[in-house]
């Protein structure tokens, strides 16, 4: 729903930007780029194996659910690239599998010590990021649930709710950035701001002065206006970080 209200103008994304709208649930996104790195997750896996991996094998199967594991869980203000991360994972995850086999039939693993000593070190340091990012992002999430239900409430105060924001969502890009610069105006003047709070309306004749806007466009887009403007008012962390990038382009 968030991504539907808040939607801008499309571009190409960068892999971190395609991460980061896979770990806030779109699963679209995640198939598609699961997919396109079939082949990297394959040399990753035949390397420990060390022989040719097909998409037939147990062993890609494991590979492919460590690199889904690698996505959810990857930040990039670890300083290391998601290739990186996910190399790592993929092969502390095959060798674990590998082992687990091994210890069920009896048999001895062939896995270069070296190899073996470096992952396990850099298993161990993964490992421990991913408690401290489990812990992290579930904290984050509840924070987010209860930003949420906050501006909920400051919304009816409006008469307003979040299905009446998507359905009234101007539905052009550029019609968007225009109301989001709108609120933006309201949120650094205090008279306007002042008129919205205290008389929980829209200050649309005084806004005349500031944008050029037609009074039209204004009143279609007042509700999409109101909310925008409640979220760079308010203290709403999360919500604001969904406008950032339009009001900085």
Do not use: W
């Not at 990186?84 to 010590?113: G, M, P, T, W």
């Not at 489990?134 to 909920?152: A, P």
């Not at 008279?191 to 944008?211: F, H, T, W």
């Not at 008012?233 to 604001?240: A, C, F, N, R, S």
Request: with cysteine; proline share 1%.
């Amino acid at each position: 729903m968030l991504s539907l209200f808040f939607l801008t103008k499309k571009r190409k994304k960068t892999l971190e930007e395609t991460v980061e709208l896979i770990q806030q649930g779109d699963h679209v996104l995640q198939n598609e780029l699961i997919h396109s790195y079939k082949p990297f997750i394959a040399k990753t896996v035949s390397s420990v194996c060390k022989r040719y991996i097909y998409e037939s094998d147990d062993e890609f199967s494991i590979g492919l659910i460590a690199f889904n594991e690698a996505i959810q869980k990857y930040s990039s203000q670890k300083g290391s690239s998601l290739l990186s991360f996910s190399e790592v994972l993929i092969k502390r995850r095959v060798i674990d599998y590998i082992r687990s086999q091994a210890r069920h039939q009896n048999l001895n693993i062939d896995i270069n010590h070296n190899q073996e000593d470096s992952d396990d070190q850099s298993g161990s340091i993964i490992d421990n990021e991913l408690a401290i990012d489990d812990y992290k992002r579930k904290t984050d999430e509840q924070h987010r649930r209860d930003e949420i239900l906050q501006f909920n409430e400051v919304l009816q105060n409006y008469e307003l709710s979040f299905n009446d924001l998507v359905q009234q969502s101007p539905k052009h890009a550029d019609a968007r950035k225009n109301a989001m610069m709108v609120a933006k105006i309201i949120a650094d003047k205090e008279e306007l701001k002042n008129i919205l709070i205290e008389k929980k309306r829209l200050p649309i004749k005084q806004l005349e002065s500031y944008v050029s806007l037609s009074r039209k466009t204004i009143e279609r887009n007042r509700k999409y206006i109101i909310a925008i403007s409640l979220i760079l008012i308010g203290d709403y962390v999360y919500l604001k970080d969904y406008i950032k990038g339009v009001l900085e382009t």
